[in-house]
């Protein structure tokens, strides 16, 4: 009997009106282990690997080593190290189309997912055919099936992102993401394969608003059987302090940047020194300092790194805490090159208007009222392209940074500057350790999923590998190489 026939006589057999669960075991019981038994036919046959590539690139692409591939219906080619694999899960390519005409994604996502992944996951697939197919599956799918075929899965996501790229429109399909993103976990607490991969698009497309439709919820749950390890975890979180930082929502970006440092484990990864030198700049625009340098809750080997990997911006951090503009303008001068080179030089700019800013509100601790010519005189612009004092003292009581007041009697009197009482009632210090209790106890529950997963960590001196990805569309995949040549200052900060 053809096994494909058996295949679709099953299918046709599953009772479609269970619970969500019910129809997720049926499909893993009576219909994978059919597919399954097509792939290990395929592997012993003559027609050797398929073009679905699980893990990997396709062969074609190894063998090449492009690395940028044309529009037409790729996103590029692969690190020569990677392999192509068979699926675990084969469709016959004859009722691959069957699939995506005749059945309701909602009901058979994993079909989908794999019929998907077996005929778009070539060079030559049609894009505008494959956006729209991941669209209706994206809107519709079962985050229980999706878990059936976790590799299959995290495939279809990469080649989302790799054709989205190639065409040069991160926009495309970001809400489908955003919805398969939510739709694994009813109270959407469960990080799913499509989190940090919706917030990477979001970050490239500038779409912030709707990145935080995702980080409104607490993430603090994963699991292992999706393919998802310990790194996930801390890129999404890493992409999420991003969003906030581009939505100038800074305290909840250090929040945010908080988790990936308190992270357990040793050694830390490159995410967590990344995470770390935005955290100590967020923390000189905010504070004026970085005196906290990292959570209490943060392992003594990152305290470690930290002295090794982000020396210039302790160095920064001094020169911006001794309060001398001289002092910071020659250090910003000599490192000013490596916070490009970060992606964190947008960052930094905003440090120096931040320090500014500083300057003059230090003087309503001195004085009640200060003339104008005396601010300009303790005033220095390090970069020499700002506004003029006068105009950032208005700035700033505009945006409500400076509670003060200009007086000038006639036009030929000198501007006074009036500062104005106005008492702190905000809880700050409650807020902030209503935060770290957060922390603490999102720092428990990850400790016991990373004791469970039992996934070890890069040593700092290898550079974190991108995520497996499917031929044709995938360029790369997962790490923080996604957004290779992305600079805070395309955030317009």
């Not at 019981?29 to 012993?44: D, G, H």
């Not at 309503?364 to 601010?375: A, C, G, L, Q, S």
Request: proline share 4%; charged share 20%.
């Amino acid at each position: 009997m053809d096994p494909q026939f058996s295949f679709l006589t099953v299918l046709e057999s599953i009772d479609y009106d269970g619970t969500e669960d019910a129809v997720a075991v049926a499909l893993k019981e009576k219909v994978l282990p059919i597919l399954q038994a097509n792939a290990t036919a395929i592997t012993s046959s003559s027609e050797g690997s398929l073009n679905v590539n699980i893990t990997g690139a396709s062969a074609e692409s190894s063998r090449s080593g492009s690395k940028d591939g044309g529009k037409e219906g790729s996103a590029g080619g692969s690190r020569d190290t990677e392999k192509t694999l068979l699926p675990k899960y084969v469709i016959a390519k004859k009722h691959q189309d069957d699939i995506l005409t005749q059945t309701d994604p909602a009901r058979v996502s994993a079909l989908w997912i794999l019929a998907l992944t077996a005929k778009f996951g070539n060079q030559t697939a049609d894009i505008s055919e494959f956006f729209s197919n991941v669209n209706r599956l994206l809107d519709n799918i079962s985050g229980a099936q999706a878990k059936l075929v976790p590799e299959h899965y995290r495939a279809l996501l990469y080649m989302i992102v790799g054709a989205s790229d190639a065409i040069e429109n991160p926009n495309l399909l970001l809400r489908p993401l955003l919805n398969a993103a939510l739709s694994f976990s009813p109270s959407h607490d469960m990080l799913s394969p499509a989190h940090a991969l919706f917030l990477i698009q979001a970050l490239k497309a500038k779409q912030y608003k709707l990145a935080l439709q995702l980080l409104k919820y607490d993430v603090d749950k994963f699991d292992s059987a999706y393919g998802l390890t310990y790194q996930d975890h801390l890129r999404f979180h890493y992409y999420g302090a991003m969003v906030f930082i581009g939505m100038k929502q800074y305290e909840k970006a250090i929040e945010y940047l908080s988790i990936v440092l308190c992270a357990p484990g040793f050694p830390c990864s490159m995410v967590q020194i990344e995470a770390l030198k935005k955290t100590i700049l967020l923390q000189l625009i905010l504070y004026g300092k970085h005196a906290l340098r990292l959570p209490r809750m943060a392992n003594d080997f990152t305290s470690h790194s930290y002295r090794a990997f982000a020396r210039p911006y302790d160095h920064f951090a001094v020169a911006f805490e001794n309060g001398d503009p001289t002092v910071l303008k020659l250090v910003w001068n000599q490192i000013n090159n490596i916070f490009s080179a970060d992606g964190n030089y947008g960052l930094a700019l905003h440090s120096l208007t931040a320090f500014r800013k500083q300057r003059i509100q230090k003087l309503r601790k001195t004085f009640i009222t200060v003339p104008m010519e005396y601010i300009e005189s303790k005033d220095i612009d390090i970069l020499e392209n700002g506004p003029s004092t006068k105009g950032f003292v208005l700035a700033m009581i505009e945006d409500g940074d400076l509670r003060a007041k200009i007086s000038q009697k006639s036009s030929t009197s000198p501007i006074i500057v009036v500062f104005q009482d106005g008492s702190v009632t905000s809880s700050h210090l409650d807020e902030l350790e209503a935060k770290l209790d957060s922390v603490r106890l999102l720092n428990e529950k990850i400790a016991i999923a990373d004791r469970e997963v039992g996934q070890s960590r890069e040593y700092l001196s290898r550079k974190l590998q991108s995520a497996s990805a499917p031929g044709g569309f995938l360029s790369r995949g997962g790490g923080l190489e996604d957004l290779e040549g992305y600079d805070d200052s395309m955030m317009e900060l």
